[in-house]
């Protein structure tokens, strides 16, 4: 949490901006080891088991971390926002809804016999964990270039052949497809929406881009050595199609991100902002200065930031983060009732602050 006891002049919020922290509190060993445990004992239809699963989080949040350093050396992009911490918190997250979701195709009883193998549901969960960890790869270098000049250019382009590369390699030692990857991070595309990512990764897959450059030669439908039922396939990409999206935009829910700031303003004025927004408003002018117009923070839609529109609205609640939430969250009842409830009440406050039925 950032410390603040008195209000901050608005023209050090870029300064304050970059001191953010995500809270990690959900990523302590102790409390997810005993949220897997419980889970395992409620649902023995899933076959995992609770210390594996909690292993295979550590390694691909460790990994993850990697892949970021490479992605992302501080020397020349060290983000506030979309770093290793929020992709291991989301990660995290999303693991938890994907496993929920599951919860109900396991009581199917066509699909009984593959969630009672436990070394087929356990290389899924390696994949899965894997690519929630890492689920802002692709971001990471699509959004660097907007502001950059040619020598920037080059120089990011070295950084993201050695950050595909890494990628490659630790899919190597997980023994994990490329192709599946790529296709669960595709999924995560909140510029289309999940029905038509959902049809590249089941019908369509020559759609799914090839950004780590592995080439096609090995592709097939996402998942389709790991889950042979194409019926069953589907289902499973939905829930992580739904999960992923939930859990990213569940990052607003992160007591960090809701940290409340007192600002005061060039006329002396005290605004109110969240804690998440400015550090988000740090990391966009750089990393992807396009959004400052089209989140509404520009003075006269002009591009250049105006530190006195920051802040979450209506529109973006409304029309983005709730529907996107909403696709996923009932998951959560499935694998942590209790989390399920504090998300809701957080949920609720949202709802009645911007006006949702």
């Known amino acids: 949490m950032i410390d603040t006891s ?4 608005i023209g050090e919020l870029l300064f304050l901006g970059r001191k ?11 409390k997810v080891r005993n949220q897997f445990q419980a ?11 609770a210390q594996e699963t909690v292993n295979t989080i550590t390694t691909s949040n460790k990994m993850a971390a990697e892949i970021y350093e490479r992605f992302c050396p501080a020397e020349y992009l060290n983000l506030v926002y979309h770093n290793a911490d929020h992709e291991a918190v989301t990660g995290l997250t ?4 994907f496993l929920g979701g599951l919860v109900k195709l ?4 066509e699909y009984k016999e593959y969630f009672g ?3 087929k549901v356990g290389k899924l969960i390696t994949t899965v964990a894997f690519c929630l960890a890492n689920h802002e790869v692709d971001d990471w270098f699509d959004r660097m270039d907007e502001n950059f000049n040619q020598e920037q250019i080059e120089q990011k382009q070295a950084v993201i052949a050695d950050g595909k ?11 994990i497809n490329p192709w599946d990857f790529q296709g669960l991070v595709s999924l995560d595309a909140f510029s289309e929406p999940v029905e038509v990512s959902l049809k590249k990764a089941t019908d369509t897959p020559q759609a799914i881009r090839d950004f780590l450059e592995v080439g096609r030669q090995s592709q097939s439908e996402v998942l389709a050595d790991l889950v042979s ?10 829930v992580y199609a739904n999960s992923v999206r939930a859990a990213d935009f569940m990052q607003i829910f992160n007591p960090a991100y809701r940290q409340e700031i007192q600002v005061r303003g060039e006329d002396g004025q005290v605004l109110r902002k969240t804690a998440g927004t400015i550090a988000l408003a740090t990391e966009v002018i750089k990393f992807r200065p396009k959004m400052i117009s089209g989140a509404g923070w520009s003075k006269n839609g002009d591009g250049v930031l105006d530190w006195g529109k920051v802040g979450m609205d209506a529109g973006f609640y409304l029309k983005l983060a709730k529907p996107n939430i909403e696709l996923g969250l009932n998951y959560m009842r499935n694998f942590d009732a209790g989390e399920y409830d504090r998300a809701m009440a957080v949920k609720g406050e949202y709802d009645n602050r911007f006006g949702a039925s």
């Open 106 to 109: 396991a009581d199917k009883p």
């Open 165 to 175: 590369a890494k990628v490659r390699e630790l899919l190597e030692v997980q023994k």
């Open 117 to 119: 193998d436990r070394q």
């Open 39 to 49: 889970f395992t004992k409620t649902h023995p239809e899933i076959a995992i088991s």
């Open 229 to 238: 039922d194409k019926g069953l396939r589907q289902e499973i990409l939905r």
């Open 6 to 9: 008195e209000p901050v002049p």
């Open 94 to 97: 999303g693991l938890k809804l």
């Open 20 to 30: 953010f922290e995500w809270s990690k509190n959900l990523l302590e060993p102790e």
